[in-house]
């Protein structure tokens, strides 16, 4: 199955160069010679050389052949102003930098502008295109998920220089409080709500298993030094090769200076120059001071376990995988926030719209009661009607107020979704004002199919885009551990030197004689010409050879092979409960869609006849064909239409917002720009389709926000 639509992505050209590479003369040379080390061994099955790195799981060619995802559009973010992929400083020009600790700016708290913009005389009048804006600017589950992209970059920083990978962490956050459930209308399909879970949660992001050879740890090339001065004197217990001295005096300064780097090829090369100047009052000695100088230089290469250039890189491609993961992550992260601030937003409304239902309900009772006690004043109504129709307006009140402080709760929950500072006291109580109402008119989506609804999230889905490179994660490590099974197989050669040099000890004395050596007997030879001799082939010692190591039975690397193989199958059956899981979400939120459409027109049929019925039981009440009782049965029964109404109309919104979320297309239906979301620099609000205005007399008269 193929898991990337581009075919000139970088890792799909990677795992083409791999496959030439397996399948060159050069690979079947290397398992051949594999399979003679493994047969010669002793004690080892003669067919154990092909079993062991055999072909023992098939690519996914034998999955059914679905449909691929889009990949996110790579996320240019930098929270520190650099790329972490790249060192710090450079090594010609700028080396100091490297070892300068990295700044990156303190986070802001303080609130975007456009929250300032729609406050009018201490109310905030919220259009759903500003929450969303808001939210794109200040949430701050949206804000700490922008570092995880620098993170997934310091990991590909990290496999660049020969180190395992530590991963992002990203993850889908959901701190933000958010969502409304009401407890009139279910909603939702027949698999249940399709609410913001519908897109999953939790990112994919997978480090490397560590399964098979380790890169070389030292692709940075590394140079240490030493610098030494001792100063010692020993005393000595037989003077008779000492001169007569009791005790020698030694005086050693050492240099020493060696460099280490790894190469992607699996090679290893190893420099060191040590250097030692040595001053005695030894009569024995005859160089006083004693320069020597040695020079070492080895180069190993992998031959079979550890070689190649894609077995020591791998984990860099897989660093650029979980850099993609975390881009999809991060857009998924954009459409959990949004439709969890659009759910917020219509709750708001429901409530908004409750209190103004409460409010006029109360108005009705109130009423009501104020003409059965001028009946009962004048005598033709009993106290009977009149106390019940004020125990109805004692409980409208009680029914205004728990709305009331339904609605100022999903009012801080709005605040806390779109506002990053809440510790302006003015800004904590002002009063939050919908401006927007959801217009039912049918969408497209509504009308198509089930199967192009659910190609349309094959594509678009970002839960698919991650497992599909996870699953090509788990291929790399799966690739890593069959190199494991190989045998350790290195060539190496080196070069080795020594020089000496140094003048002729001034304390010198022939073996048995008081007389010193003549002066000129031992010429000095300065250190220039020490360095010479040791590069001139004065003293050289050279060589080549190979080191074999195979491990008997090879359990360790069996057991590792084996578990990167079983893990690669669960990936693969996990992608295909993933398209399935998706295929039921989009078939649960479109059925969701249809029967809330078929309930907001019940309700509102319901709602019509309800207030026509009330009407009328008021004309017969005025006639004196009614009673009081019927009256407030007949209110109640349109208060609970009222409420059944704007459940139902709050249900078919964010259902509508749900599906829209589980086929990932909320960026393009609301004009979301993914690079911009990244930046939190919004040029323009999204602009929210399936809207309507407010009813008139809804909500006091305001002057309209910029976004209206």
């Keep these: 199955m193929q898991l990337f639509a581009r075919s000139d992505f970088e890792q799909q050209t990677i795992a083409a160069r791999a496959n030439r590479e397996a399948k060159s003369p050069a690979g079947y040379r290397l398992r051949a010679v594999a399979a003679v080390l493994l047969t010669l061994s002793a004690g080892m099955p003669a067919g154990f050389a092909q079993q062991a790195p055999a072909a023992q799981d098939k690519a996914a060619s034998d999955l ?62 919220l259009s759903l295109s500003d929450a969303l804006a808001l939210a794109l600017e200040n949430n701050y589950d949206i804000a700490i998920s922008r570092y995880y992209m620098d993170l997934a970059d310091l990991d590909i920083l990290r496999a660049k220089a020969g180190q395992l990978l530590s991963g992002s962490g990203a993850t889908v956050n959901s701190f933000t409080q958010g969502g409304y459930s009401s407890s009139t209308v279910s909603g939702g399909g027949p698999g249940g709500t399709t609410g913001a879970s519908a897109a999953g949660s939790g990112g994919l992001t997978v480090t490397a298993s560590g399964a098979g050879p380790m890169p070389e740890s030292n692709m940075d090339p590394s140079v240490t030094s030493t610098i030494q001065f001792e100063r010692a004197r020993t005393p000595q217990s037989n003077t008779t090769f000492t001169g007569g001295k009791t005790s020698l005096s030694t005086n050693t300064n050492q ?40 020079f070492q230089s080895k180069v190993t290469q992998h031959l079979l376990q550890g070689a190649g250039i894609w077995v020591n890189k791998r984990f860099v491609y897989q660093a650029i995988n979980n850099r993609r993961i975390t881009d999809s992550t991060f857009r998924q992260q954009i459409l959990y926030t949004v439709n969890q601030v659009e759910n917020i937003y219509w709750g708001l409304v429901n409530d908004y719209e409750d209190v103004q239902a409460k409010q006029q309900a109360l108005e009705q009772s109130s009423k009501l009661a104020a003409d059965n006690r001028k009946q009962l004043e004048i005598g033709t109504l009993a106290q009977l009607d009149v106390m019940n129709s004020d125990q109805a307006v004692a409980s409208d009140k009680q029914a205004l107020v728990s709305a009331q402080s339904t609605l100022n709760y999903q009012q801080q929950i709005m605040k806390q979704a779109i506002v990053r500072n ?86 010198a004395e022939p073996f048995g004689s008081s007389t010193p050596y003549p002066a000129g007997t031992f010429p000095t030879v300065g250190y220039g010409t020490v360095l010479q001799n040791l590069f001139n082939s004065t003293s050289p010692d050279k060589g080549v050879g190979f080191n074999l190591t195979i491990p008997i039975r090879n359990r360790a690397a069996q057991a590792q092979q084996t578990a990167a193989l079983i893990q690669y199958r669960q990936a693969e059956l996990h992608l295909e409960q993933l398209y399935t899981q998706v295929r039921m979400n989009v078939v649960n939120a479109q059925f969701a869609l249809i029967n809330d459409r078929a309930l907001v027109q019940s309700s509102i049929a ?103």
């Design 64 to 125: 059914p052949a679905l449909p691929t995802p889009a990949p996110t559009e790579p996320l240019d973010l930098r929270q520190s102003k650099r790329d972490f992929t790249r060192p710090s400083g450079r090594l010609l020009g700028d080396p100091i930098r490297a070892y300068a600790p990295t700044h990156i700016d303190k986070a802001s708290f303080q609130n975007s502008v456009r929250l300032s913009d729609l406050v009018k005389n201490g109310k905030i009048y």
């Design 422 to 507: 809440l510790n302006d006291p003015a800004l904590a109580a002002a009063e939050i004002i919908p401006t927007d109402r959801v217009s039912i008119e049918q969408i497209p989506e509504e009308k198509a199919s089930v199967d192009e609804l659910v190609q349309q999230a094959f594509k678009n889905s970002p839960v698919l885009e991650q497992a599909a490179l996870a699953l090509k994660n788990d291929e790399i490590s799966l690739r890593g551990a069959k190199n494991g099974l190989l045998p350790t197989l290195d060539a190496f050669g080196f070069y080795n030197s020594s020089a000496l040099g140094g003048s002729q000890n001034p304390d």
């Design 255 to 294: 240099y020493n200076f060696a460099y280490n780097q790894g190469f992607v090829t699996g090679t290893a090369l190893s420099v060191s120059l040590s250097n030692s100047r040595t001053t005695t009052d030894n009569p024995f000695t005859n160089y006083s001071p004693d320069l020597s100088s040695s």
């Design 606 to 708: 319901n709602h019509a006849y309800t207030q026509q019925a009330l009407d009328a039981e008021v004309k017969k009440l005025r006639l004196g064909a009614s009673t009081t009782a019927n009256v407030l049965l007949q209110q109640k029964a349109l208060a609970a239409a009222q409420d059944t109404l704007l459940a139902s109309e709050a249900a078919y919104a964010r259902d509508r917002a749900s599906l829209y979320q589980t086929l990932a297309s909320t960026l393009e239906h609301y004009g979301i720009n993914l690079q911009e979301a990244a930046t939190g620099d919004l040029s323009a609000a999204p602009v929210v389709p399936g809207l309507s205005p407010v009813k008139s007399g809804s909500q006091p008269a305001a002057t309209p926000s910029p976004a209206q």
